[in-house]
Nanobody, 127 residues
Framework: QVQVAESGGGSVQAGGSLRLSCVVS????????MAWYRQAPGKTREFLVV????????YWRTSVKGSFTNSRDNAKNTVYLQTDSLQSDDTAIYYC????????????????????WGQGTRVTVSS
């Protein structure tokens, strides 16, 4: 597991966009599979996308596929989450995390898979 620092959140109106960033502290970032998650008020943390190390296709949560996109810059140790067409139910704290290999629990039960989390970045969408 790695140390991460998320940023880029804020308050937007419905239909707006935000670009979230996650900088990862490791000397071997290109070896790490990364993922984005979010936790809405009163709900459990849910996975959004798993981002492969290099050329593999991302694995998306169905509900955000098409609205959100991801990118990865191995030279900057950074993954990005572009959130478009934001709606009020996208209001949440957004987190990233990663490891050399992400098992099924990283998707189905991330609290079980990861021992620690960053501070996250808060996204608030008003209607």
């Amino acid at each position: 597991q790695v140390q991460v620092a998320e940023s880029g959140g804020g308050s937007v109106q419905a239909g707006g966009s935000l670009r979230l960033s996650c900088v990862v502290s490791t000397n071997t970032f290109s070896d790490y599979t990364m993922a984005w998650y979010r936790q809405a008020p009163g709900k459990t943390r849910e996975f959004l996308v798993v981002i492969a190390t290099r050329s593999g296709a991302p694995y998306w949560r169905t509900s955000v596929k098409g609205s959100f996109t991801n990118s990865r810059d191995n030279a900057k140790n950074t993954v990005y989450l572009q959130t478009d067409s934001l709606q009020s139910d996208d209001t949440a704290i957004y987190y990233c995390n990663g490891d050399r290999h992400l098992g099924a629990d990283s998707v189905n039960n991330p609290e079980l898979f990861f021992k620690s989390w960053g501070q996250g970045t808060r996204v608030t969408v008003s209607s």
